[in-house]
């Protein structure tokens, strides 16, 4: 592969993120919402999920 000079590769570079598009602001705020609301119910989830275990696990140690 041959190599390319880096002020073509910077000119490359900047024609291609021209092309990206950038999400909104709007579009950022509900994203990032939507985020930490499922990161919480994950975390509620894996918490009632790691006590019932823990109880569990408890309950059979105590069986003589």
């Known amino acids: 592969m041959a190599r390319t ?3 073509t590769f910077f000119q490359q570079v900047r024609q291609e993120v021209s092309k990206v598009t950038w ?8 994203s990032t919402a939507m985020v930490i609301v499922l990161v919480i ?22 069986i003589r």
């Not at 909104?24 to 705020?29: I, P, Q, S």
């Open 23 to 30: 999400p909104g602001r709007n579009e950022v705020l509900i």
């Open 41 to 62: 119910l994950a975390s509620l989830f894996f918490l009632l999920a790691d006590q019932v275990i823990s109880w569990f696990v408890s309950l059979l140690l105590s």
């Open 5 to 7: 000079n880096p002020i």
